[in-house]
C-alpha cells in the first residue's frame, strides 16, 4: 500500500493554482456556456420536431460544463484547503464561482422553457427513449422553473448574489481567518488559529485544559460578534428576501425541497430521537462519572475518556489502509477495491502540518473519474474512522460514475448515507480488535459520542437556525439575541444534562453560513440514521445485500427520499419504526458500554 500523505493533484490539472491546463479548461467551459444558452434560446418543448433534438444537444453541453466544473472546482478548492497561503487558489474558486453564475442563467432559462411546455408535450417528452432515465430530474426542473420569477429578474438575483449572498459568505471566511487565540504552553504564549484552537477544544485529555480553552474560544468570537451578527444577517435577509420574491412563504420549504424528503419525515425523526433521548443522557452522566466531573460540559461531550492505563493503539497510514481494504471486503469486494486504489493512486492529502484547513471532506473528480479526499492524519483509531468516512463517499461517487450527471444530483441528506455505513463498519471493526476492556471503552465512547452529537449538537443547531430565521422574518437579530437563541436551543436539545455550553457557537461554526443551503443541520442527523438503519437490514439480510446496497445508492438522485427507502428497504420514513431500529443499534452500543464501565464508575 501507498506510504504517501499527500494527493496526486497534477494527475488532475498540471502546474498547480497558476497551471495553464486549468485556465484552458475554464476557457472551454465558459465558451461551452454561451453554446448552451443559445441552444435553450428561441426554443419550446411543445416542437417536438425541433425541441427533442435541441434538449438533447443541450443536456450533452450541461453534462460537459457540470463535469468540468465540480472537476476545476474539487482542483481549486483543494488547493486552497491543503495550502492556506495559495491566494492564486482562492483567486480561481472565486472565478469558479463567478462561471457557475453564467451557468445559473442559463439553468434558469432551461428550466423556465420546461416550466413553460404544456402537460401533452411534457408526458410525449418524458415518453421518448432519449430522456426516459432522466425523467425524474427533468420533472424536478420544471417544478423548479414554476416558483422561479422572470428570467430578467432571476439574472439579477444571481448578479447581486455575488457581491450580496456569497460576498458575506467570503467575508465569513475572511473574518475566520483574523481569529487569533492565544494560549499559554510551556511558559510561553503560542497565538493559535480557529483551526489549530478548534481540535484542541475537544481533543484534549485534561478537561481544567478542555474548559480553559472554551473560555478562550468564546472570547475570540465574543470579540468580534457584531461583525458575526451582521455577516449572519445579511446572509439569511438575502436568503428570505429572494424567498418572497418568489412567493414561497415558509423558509423551510427550500431545504426540504433540496434534500427531497416530507416535512413529516423530519419531525417524525426528530421525534423518535427525542423519546429516547433520556438513555444518551444516560450515558453523559457516566461518562462525566469516568472523566470525575458532575455533569459534562460543552466540550466533553466529544472529548476522549480514559479507563485504567491502556496505550491507545496508533495506527501508522499504511496500516490504516491496510485495515480498511480488509473491513471493507469483509461486506463488499468492490468497496475493498475502491479504497485499494485511491491509496494507489494516491487521492488522499492526509499529511499533519501547519498551513492547511481544519476538517476533513471528499469531492469529485467526474472527468477523470477518481475522488480526491482530505483530511489530516496524526494515527487514533478516530483517524482511521474519518479516513473509511471519506472513503463511503467516494465510494457512493464511484458506482453512480456511469449514470448521466442529472442522475448524479443527490441531495444533502443522503449524500452521508455511504459515508457513515463505511465509518460504522470501521468503527466496530476497531472496537472488536481492542486488546483489552478499557481500550473497548475508549473506542465504544467516541463512537457513542459521535451519536450524541447527531441526536444533540446538531439538533440544538436544528433548533436555533428554525428560531433565528422565524426572528429574521420581522427584522435584524442582534448578537445578544443570537446567542441567547443558541444557548436555550443547547439547552433544550441536551435536555439540560450539561454544566455549561456554548453561546457563541452561531458565530464559529461555518454551516450556519454557507451560501448553498440554509439548514446545514438535520441532513447530517438524517444521514447518520439512514445509514444505521441500512446497516441494521444489512445484518438481517446478509452477504446477499451488497447488490442491494448498491443499488440503493445509485438511485439517492433518482426518486424522493421516502420513494428510496420504499423501494430498496420497504419501508414507510414517516413512520416511526425505520428511525427506532437505527436508534436501536446506538442503544445496544450504550447497554454494553454502561455494563463496562460499571466498575470503573
Not at 466531573?293 to 479507563?307: F, G, I, Q, T, Y
Not at 494516491?346 to 476533513?360: F, L, M, Q, S, T
Not at 442582534?478 to 436555550?488: A, G, I, P, S, V
Request: overall charge negative; aromatic content about 10%; some cysteine.
Amino acid at each position: 500500500m501507498s506510504n504517501a500523505l499527500n494527493w496526486n493533484m497534477d494527475r488532475v490539472f498540471e502546474g498547480g493554482s497558476h497551471s495553464v491546463e486549468l485556465q484552458d479548461k475554464l476557457t472551454s467551459i465558459e465558451k461551452a456556456i454561451q453554446e448552451a444558452k443559445e441552444l435553450v434560446e428561441n426554443w419550446s418543448v411543445d416542437q417536438d420536431e425541433v425541441g427533442f433534438p435541441k434538449l438533447k444537444d443541450f443536456l450533452e453541453k450541461r453534462e460537459f460544463i457540470t463535469n468540468g466544473l465540480s472537476e476545476a472546482g474539487t482542483f481549486a478548492r483543494g488547493l486552497a484547503s491543503a495550502d492556506a497561503k495559495d491566494a492564486q487558489a482562492s483567486k480561481v474558486v472565486n472565478q469558479l464561482g463567478s462561471i457557475a453564475s453564467q451557468m445559473n442563467a442559463v439553468e434558469t432559462r432551461f428550466m423556465k422553457q420546461l416550466k413553460d411546455s404544456s402537460d401533452e408535450a411534457w408526458n410525449k417528452l418524458l415518453s421518448d427513449d432519449s430522456f426516459k432515465d432522466v425523467s425524474f430530474a427533468l420533472n424536478e426542473k420544471r417544478e423548479q422553473g414554476r416558483k422561479l420569477l422572470s428570467e430578467n429578474e432571476e439574472r439579477v438575483i444571481q448578479k447581486l448574489s455575488l457581491d450580496g449572498l456569497h460576498g458575506f459568505g467570503n467575508m465569513y471566511q475572511s473574518l475566520v481567518n483574523s481569529i487569533k487565540i492565544p494560549v499559554k504552553e510551556d511558559g510561553k504564549v503560542k497565538v493559535l488559529s480557529a483551526g489549530q484552537a478548534a481540535n484542541k477544544l475537544s481533543g484534549d485529555s485534561d478537561p481544567k485544559a478542555r474548559h480553559t480553552m472554551l473560555h478562550l474560544w468564546e472570547k475570540a468570537w465574543q470579540a468580534k460578534s457584531p461583525l458575526f451578527a451582521d455577516t449572519l444577517n445579511h446572509l439569511a435577509g438575502f436568503r428570505l428576501q429572494t424567498y418572497q420574491l418568489r412567493s414561497e412563504d415558509d423558509f423551510m420549504n427550500p431545504p426540504l425541497e433540496y434534500n427531497r424528503m416530507k416535512e413529516d419525515t423530519l419531525n417524525v425523526m426528530w421525534d423518535t430521537i427525542t423519546e429516547n433521548k433520556p438513555r444518551v443522557v444516560d450515558f453523559l452522566n457516566r461518562k462525566a462519572k469516568l472523566m470525575n466531573l458532575e455533569k459534562l460540559s460543552w466540550p466533553d461531550v466529544a472529548a476522549p475518556v480514559s479507563v485504567g492505563t491502556f496505550t491507545p493503539k496508533t495506527y501508522s497510514f499504511e496500516e490504516a489502509q491496510d485495515f480498511i481494504v480488509k473491513h471493507f471486503g469483509s461486506f463488499s469486494t468492490e468497496m475493498s477495491g475502491m479504497a485499494q486504489r485511491a491509496f494507489e493512486n494516491n487521492w488522499v492529502e492526509a499529511e499533519d502540518r501547519e498551513g492547511k484547513r481544519p476538517g476533513a471532506y471528499c469531492a469529485n473528480l467526474p472527468e477523470s473519474k477518481e475522488s480526491r479526499i482530505f483530511m489530516t492524519f496524526s494515527g487514533s483509531a478516530n483517524n482511521v474512522s474519518t479516513l473509511a468516512h471519506e472513503l463511503g463517499h467516494a465510494f457512493h461517487s464511484h458506482v453512480m460514475r456511469d449514470l448521466p450527471q442529472l442522475n448524479r444530483r443527490y441531495a444533502m441528506n443522503v449524500a452521508e448515507t455511504a459515508s457513515t455505513f463505511a465509518e460504522t463498519l470501521i468503527s466496530n471493526a476497531t472496537i472488536e480488535a481492542a486488546s483489552s476492556v478499557e481500550e473497548k471503552i475508549a473506542l465504544l465512547d467516541s463512537k457513542i459520542s459521535r451519536a450524541a452529537i447527531m441526536f444533540m449538537d446538531i439538533h440544538s443547531r436544528f433548533i436555533f437556525e428554525k428560531r433565528f430565521y422565524e426572528k429574521r422574518q420581522n427584522g435584524l437579530v442582534n448578537e445578544k439575541e443570537l446567542r441567547d437563541l443558541m444557548e436555550e436551543a443547547q439547552k433544550e436539545a441536551f435536555q439540560d444534562s450539561l454544566e455549561t455550553y456554548h453561546p457563541m457557537f452561531w458565530a464559529s461554526k461555518l454551516h450556519f453560513y454557507s451560501t448553498s443551503v440554509s439548514f446545514y443541520n438535520f441532513p447530517y442527523t438524517f444521514g447518520f440514521l439512514f445509514s444505521l438503519g441500512i446497516y441494521s437490514k444489512a445484518k438481517e439480510v446478509g452477504p446477499s445485500f451488497e447488490g442491494n446496497y448498491r443499488n440503493l445508492l445509485r438511485d439517492t438522485a433518482s426518486m424522493t427520499t421516502e420513494e428510496l427507502a420504499e423501494k430498496h428497504l420497504n419501508v414507510d420514513l414517516t413512520q416511526s419504526t425505520f428511525w427506532q431500529s437505527a436508534i436501536d443499534e446506538v442503544l445496544e452500543d450504550i447497554d454494553l458500554y454502561m455494563s463496562l464501565t460499571e466498575n470503573y464508575s
